[in-house]
Antibody, heavy 119, light 107 residues
Framework: EVQLVESGGELVKPGGSLRLSCAAS????????MSWVRQAPGKGLEWVGR??????????EYAAPVRGRFTISRDNSKNTLYLQMNSLITEDTAVYYC??????????WGQGTLVTVSS | DIQMTQSPSAMSASVGDRVTITCRAS??????LAWFQQKPGKVPKRLIY???SLQSGVPSRFIGSGSGTEFTLTISSLQPEDFATYYC?????????FGQGTKVDIK
């Protein structure tokens, strides 16, 4: 079965940077549209951004609150998706999920990784 | 960016009730809409994709409908395991958006 495993979440100070990883198994990240979704404590789901498959151009789009600060990329050799987060603010505190297949018959989510931005 | 207005934000219902949740898009999104269910502390689970296609393994009491700007998730007969929060997600064009969520709890 397809598995997505996020890692990299930790406590970071405001203004700091962090890179989250989403390692895929039984699935090729370069062939899929991949998304990052976050959920602040006690709040709803928020779409962060997504990257198209390489065959569809591989471009990324971002939600307004993170545009210019966050970057989605992937390493095909490691079959891993990344979320580089810079200039972090307290409002970025959330569980971050990677997901794929939103518009396809099969949809997969990772278990999430917690990012806490606090001084 | 496309805005999704989901209603109601919360509701109380009884087992066996018919429940309807609505999402309205600020502009047409064809059928590029999915519905998710999330229980506390759990990963969201997709119920419906392409507005009306039932995810494999999801009970048939979950029904998605709509196209364009108006979408509905109906639970035809609420079961105890259905008490959860539900979200719509539009994935049209470039930037995607979740609805604000609907918490369904026990009356």
């Amino acid at each position: 079965e397809v598995q997505l495993v996020e890692s990299g979440g930790e406590l970071v100070k405001p203004g700091g940077s962090l890179r989250l990883s989403c390692a895929a198994s039984r699935f090729t990240v370069s062939n899929a549209w991949m998304s990052w979704v976050r959920q602040a404590p006690g709040k709803g789901l928020e779409w962060v951004g997504r990257i198209k498959s390489e065959v569809d151009g591989g471009t990324a789009e971002y939600a307004a609150p993170v545009r210019g600060r966050f970057t989605i990329s992937r390493d095909n050799s490691k079959n891993t998706l990344y979320l580089q987060m810079n200039s972090l603010i307290t409002e970025d505190t959330a569980v971050y999920y990677c997901a794929t297949g939103v518009s396809a018959p099969e949809c997969y989510w990772g278990q999430g990784t917690l990012v806490t931005v606090s001084s | 960016d496309i805005q999704m207005t989901q209603s109601p934000s919360a509701m109380s219902a009884s087992v066996g009730d018919r429940v309807t949740i609505t999402c309205r898009a600020s502009q047409g999104i064809s059928n590029n809409l999915a519905w998710f269910q999330q229980k506390p502390g759990k990963v969201p689970k997709r119920l419906i994709y392409a507005a009306s296609s039932l995810q494999s393994g999801v009970p048939s009491r979950f029904i998605g409908s709509g196209s364009g700007t108006e979408f509905t998730l109906t639970i035809s007969s609420l079961q105890p395991e259905d008490f959860a929060t539900y979200y719509c997600l539009q994935h049209d064009l470039y930037r995607w958006t979740f609805g604000q969520g609907t918490k369904v709890d026990i009356k």
